[in-house]
């Protein structure tokens, strides 16, 4: 039997996020930040003063990350890349890639060196061609196109060394693994890591400070916890059905953030459900959480040998 994890839920952030996802922990603000993809809405929760605050976005965001010695967000709007200042609601667009029909740019996060990694996914699901893509973007701006075919591209993270990225197709249920080189950032050795059950579907991940990979999973309810060779270790049960992506943070690196969904849920399942689409804050029972990296705007792309197209 698959063991509950020891976590009590500490605060539920009352936002109905139609899509809440992307969750990331600012150790400089001591903030939680999120986004709300169809709300077009960026939000940030202090935990030291409870303050909620809210910035309109002037498009959808997939995913977003923080920016070294920058007030501002390195943004993956639905249409491309860009630094947005929040409070003023200021881009500065860096890169539009062509996107396929029908694609738009979903999750992604900033790898253990400072580059930025979006994805793209096929906003029908289930009838579209595979032709969403995973792109790296350099320091410059420039993208870097490093996985294709994907229907969905979610659940990215790395190894505390940087040296293994974990990449989900969310709906094959598949979790892939791969060797990322941490010069380059040149992916190598796919494998699988995990496939969850039918009808659950892998979503956010982040790693713990032991390379333990949790899972947020879409109509499964929870967080799952693996181990760095795919053993499930544990389970965390979620308030909400979609339960969308995952971050540690706190002063002590022992909390746990997960964003939830309300999109497509119907009226009965969500009297079933009042907190769907909610952020719920969680207290762990020890440290596990690493500080996430910051885009690195001047990174020697020629010493990290990036070639770009």
Known sequence: MTKIISAKLLTTVKVENILGEGVLWDELKQSVWWTDIQGCKIFQYSLIDQVLSVYPTPERVGCFGFVQNSEKLIVAF????????????????????TLAEGSRFNDGRIDRFGRFWPGTMMEDEENAPAL?????????????????????????????????????????????????????????????????????F?????????????????DGSQVVCYSPHGEVLGKIKVPATRATCVAFGGENLD??????????????????QPQAGNLFIYQLPESVGLIEARFKKYINDSILNIQTY
Not at 79 to 96: C, D, N, Q, R
Not at 158 to 181: E, K, L, Q
Request: hydrophobic share 35%.
């Open 78 to 97: 639905a249409s491309g890349i860009a630094y947005f200042t929040p409070v003023s609601g200021e881009v500065s667009w860096l890169v539009k890639p």
């Open 132 to 200: 969403a893509k995973l792109y790296q973007i350099n320091s410059a701006g420039e993208s870097i196109e490093r996985l294709d075919n994907i229907r969905v591209a979610n659940g990215l993270c790395w190894s505390p060394d940087g040296t293994v990225m974990y990449h989900a197709d969310s709906p094959t249920r598949t979790i892939w693994r791969y060797h990322s080189d941490p010069k380059t950032g040149q992916l190598s050795d796919k494998s699988l890591f995990s496939q969850t059950p039918e009808n659950i």
């Open 202 to 218: 892998p979503d956010g991940s982040t790693v713990d400070k032991y390379g333990n990979v949790w899972n947020a999973q879409w």
């Open 255 to 272: 909390l746990m953030f997960v964003t939830s969904a309300r999109v497509g849920l119907t009226e009965t399942e969500l009297l079933a």
